[in-house]
Every structure is written in C-alpha cells, then in structure tokens.
C-alpha cells in the first residue's frame, strides 16, 4: 500500500459507517498557470478552502462511490461543471486545464479565452521502484526535455521518462525551464503533468498516480 495520507471527503458525502467497498480514491490537479486559484466544488461543499492553488494537486481523497456534481472556478474564465464519477476501490486523477474551443478571436478581432475542462486519468498499478510519465494538457504538440530525454507530446498524449530512479528534474520547453523536481524519495508511480495557458505560460506538476487502498481502519473486519 502507498504510503500517503488520505484526505477524508466522507464527511461531507457521506456517513463515516460506510463498509469497505463502498468508496473510491480522488486526486484532483490544477494545471491552470500562472492564474488564481481555483474553487473546487464537490457536491455541493467547497473540497479546498481558498482554492486550490495554480500548478498543484489536492492529494488523495477517500471518496464515496458514485457520481457527484463538480463544479470548476476560476477567475477570468466561464465556470465549469458536470459530474465525476468514483468507483469502488478504484483510484483517478482528475485535471483541470485550459482548452481553446472554436476559434481564438471573435468577429472584431476580440480575444476568446480558453475555457475551463476537467480530463480523467486512470492510476497506475503499484510499482515496486520509481515509474513516471509525462502526460501534456498543452493545445499544440511541443517539446520537452524531461532530465536528458527529449519528446513530443501532443494534447493528452503521455510517455514514459524511463531510467528515472526518484531523482531531482528539471522540465525544459526550449531553452526555457518551465519547472523543476526535487525528486521523489519514496518509490511508486507518478504523473508529470504539463499545462499551458492561452499566454503560453507553461508548468510542470509532479504528481502521484498509483492505485490507493483504503487505510486498515476503514476496512471492514472479517466475522
């Protein structure tokens, strides 16, 4: 089981009673940079305080299964809303990025921002060392070099950084670094997620990506 702490949604969904197999695992990331913060509404209850912070995650919720609405804001930008969905026992990181819909200017040469979405991205299964992937919420296919590998990475696309063994990174666009990891002492999976804003503003996010297991307290006990 990873060692993580598990933030406790329940509270707010559902009754503490609930038996094993009644819950799923939340991570949600923000990859909207160098913007405000952005409201996170699950449900009808605020999931972060102040918002969740541009280019960071909130961390592994035990959630409730089933669907629940969601609710995106961030300043500058139509608000998002729809449903996620949590399955028993299985783990997802939900994103939020910018994308461009239709065109980039209006009639009079006006400027349309991007809107507010939110993609699904299944977790890994447990590793025994250090994996990671790089995965772009970027409009056009770039390339970065992640530590001394090169790709190109189209929206959504994803690879894998190979060798990595948990060290310290740094993320390059160009000639430009658009973020850098302290690396990751503790072995298991995780994501490198690479947003952009309509500005060009680029970031990178490390996150962690492996399947969650509920905490022995919460497990229902064998008769």
């Not at 072995?187 to 996010?205: E, P, R």
């Amino acid at each position: 089981m990873p060692r993580v702490f598990f933030l406790l949604l329940v509270a707010l969904l559902a009754p503490l009673s609930a038996q094993e197999g009644e819950f799923g695992f939340l991570n949600i990331a923000n990859m909207v940079p160098a913007e405000k913060s952005c409201n996170i509404n699950i449900g009808g209850k605020e999931l972060v305080p102040g918002g969740l912070k541009a280019v960071s995650s909130t961390g592994w919720f035990i959630v409730p299964k089933g669907e629940h609405s969601l609710t995106l804001e961030v300043e500058g930008y139509k608000t998002a809303s729809g449903t996620i969905k949590i399955e028993t026992n299985v783990s997802v990181l939900y994103v939020a990025f910018l994308q461009q819909i239709g065109a980039k200017k209006d009639e009079k040469g006006k400027e349309i921002p991007p809107q507010l979405r939110i993609r699904r991205c299944e977790a890994f299964a447990e590793q025994k060392g250090h994996y990671l992937r790089a995965m772009s919420f970027c409009p056009e296919p770039e390339t970065f070099q992640v530590g001394p590998h090169k790709m190109v990475l189209e929206l959504f696309g994803s690879q894998e950084v190979s060798n990595w063994n948990g060290g310290a990174f740094q993320v390059l666009h160009g000639n430009t670094t658009i973020g850098a990891c302290a690396g990751a002492q503790e072995k298991g999976a995780y994501y490198l997620l690479i947003g952009s804003n309509h500005k060009q503003t680029m970031a990178s996010l490390l996150v962690r990506g492996e399947t969650q297991e509920l905490p022995p307290w919460m497990k229902q006990k064998k008769p």
